[in-house]
């Protein structure tokens, strides 16, 4: 499905849609409607299950959304968090260097010098996409924040939140003081970052404000104790900067005991990225071969990293694999950074441990890029039928309830929505509509189960007394259940995978 089709779909369905849309929309702001923001915190749920419960002390916090301007000039984004902008200088149009490049270097610009991108575009006489002349002037850096006028004068700085990052490194020290005083200490923010994008595009995939879900782990890199033995002989499809120099496009198969091995990785960091790809496939269900891990080189990296793996997903209607995740090893640069900013001493004592700046392993995931991806991935027709293949613990509407006829089965539709809520079970009563229409709508909007109340169910002297019938969404199977047996029956459907067995 192409990108247009795609995005036509979701507004159609209420979805998203862009925001301030009456008048003209605004550029890389987009509102979620009901099934949006529903299949949203499903996906935000999802992640928080599953990367919170790899330890007993990963925490989740909600911090505000506005940095002093002390805070960004310590954490070197007033310098360095910054894209090359190519302008035009016949229409004045402004472009991201990557976009105007994307044909010519498919991977992107990062490590290159505004000279050898201005090269790339002489040589390969690259035309302003606006007005199709060779009017593309020399890039320059363009800071990415969005500054704020602070206080009621005025006269200080603040900046929206570029990443939710830096609010994990700004709350390491409270959260020291309020836990158990023992590493690894991981905090975890699922929040909205805001970038003034030069030239936002590709819908969900270039924004000016966003959520990110990120859980900064704060560690001892000389003692880190995890179940590694787990996730030793998973295999992982990485693709290393080392492949990349020569020539290679297509991932390796390499088991996470190799990674460490022959490959040099930190076990630490092999293990968070076999439960990275696991979270991709097994929680998100996207199908292996359309998942990558890309490792970034010196020059590709972000100024803060040590290492870098991003985690792609091939994305039919954006052309390609895109970054919806990645992990980070950002070694002790953030904590020393502000410490040394606020002449705050940041060094701690874990229990029996000698004294140390904690280093940060970071793990970011991009929920709208990741709503997008499910949707290119899920969405198919089959025929007349538009069928969302999602993962039932992400489904915006987990169980539809259907009256087969709205008056006479109506109020045993909704009794039975109330008794399946006061089990846990988030169903949803749709009585508008034919039965096909009813079924066709819910298969369009991903939900995996359908429970109709008819006139079997209502009837006393019919044998089929007090059951429904429950259609699975992909295979169009019906059956008849009794009442009572169904709570138990729709108890996993809502549930998200946990990634150790429930404590």
Not at 110 to 139: F, H, T, W
Request: hydrophobic share 40%; net charge negative; charged share 25%.
């Amino acid at each position: 499905m192409k990108s247009e089709e795609l995005y036509a779909l979701l507004r159609r369905r209420g979805f998203l849609w862009p925001s301030a849309e009456i008048y003209g929309a605004a550029a890389g702001l987009y509102d979620y409607g009901p099934l949006g923001h529903a299949f949203k915190r499903r996906i935000e749920g999802a992640w928080a299950s599953w990367f919170l419960g790899l330890s007993e002390d990963y925490y989740r916090i909600e911090p505000a959304e506005i940095l002093p301007e002390a805070v960004v000039r310590a954490s070197g984004h007033l310098e360095n968090f910054t894209d090359p902008e190519v302008t035009c200088a016949r229409c004045h149009s402004s472009f991201r260097a990557e976009t105007v490049l994307e044909k010519v270097r498919p991977a992107g610009v990062d490590g290159l010098s505004p000279a050898e991108i201005g090269k790339l575009i002489e040589e390969n006489q690259v035309r302003c996409p606006s007005c199709g002349e060779r009017a593309l002037e020399l890039p320059r850096p363009f800071n990415l924040m969005f500054g704020l006028d602070w206080g009621a004068a005025g006269k200080e700085r603040a900046y929206l939140a570029p990443e939710t990052a830096q609010a994990s490194y700004l709350a390491f020290h409270r959260m020291w003081d309020v836990g158990r005083h023992a590493l690894p200490l991981g905090i975890a923010v699922i929040g909205h970052a805001y970038r003034n994008e030069i030239a936002p595009r590709q819908v969900l995939f270039r924004m000016r404000s966003f959520t990110q879900a990120e859980l900064q782990i704060f560690f001892d890199p000389t003692h880190f104790p995890l179940p590694f033995e787990e996730v030793a002989d998973e295999s992982l499809p990485v693709l290393r900067a080392s492949d990349r120099a020569n020539g290679l496009s297509a991932p390796r198969a390499v088991t996470a005991r190799e990674l460490v091995g022959e490959g040099g990785l930190p076990e630490f960091y092999v293990y968070h990225l076999a439960q990275e790809l696991r979270f991709f496939r097994d929680v998100l269900g996207v199908p292996p071969e359309r998942i990558r891990l890309l490792e970034k080189s010196d020059a590709e990296r972000a100024f803060y990293n040590r290492l870098q793996f991003d985690v792609e997903v091939s994305v039919e209607s954006l052309g390609g694999f895109r970054e919806i995740g990645a992990l980070h090893y950002r070694g002790d640069y953030d904590l020393t950074r502000h410490g040394t900013a606020t002449g705050k001493e940041l060094a701690v004592t874990p229990t029996n441990r000698p004294r140390l700046v904690p280093h940060v392993l970071e793990l970011t995931f991009g929920v709208d890029r990741a709503l997008w991806a499910l949707a290119d991935l899920g969405l198919e027709m089959e025929g007349e039928r538009t069928l969302w293949r999602l993962p039932a613990h992400l489904a915006p509407v987990p169980v539809a309830v259907f009256p087969l006829l709205a008056k006479p089965h109506g109020e045993a539709a909704r009794a039975l929505v109330t008794t399946l809520r006061a089990e846990g079970i988030e169903a949803q009563l749709d009585d508008s509509g034919t039965i096909g229409k009813r079924y066709a709508r819910m298969d369009e909007v991903g939900t995996p189960v359908c429970v109709t109340v008819d006139g079997e169910t209502v009837d006393p002297a019919h044998p089929n007394h007090g059951t429904v019938t429950v259609r699975a969404r992909d295979s169009k199977l019906q059956e008849r259940v009794a009442i009572p047996a169904l709570p138990a029956r729709l108890a996993r459907v809502g549930r998200f995978p946990r990634p150790r067995a429930e404590r």
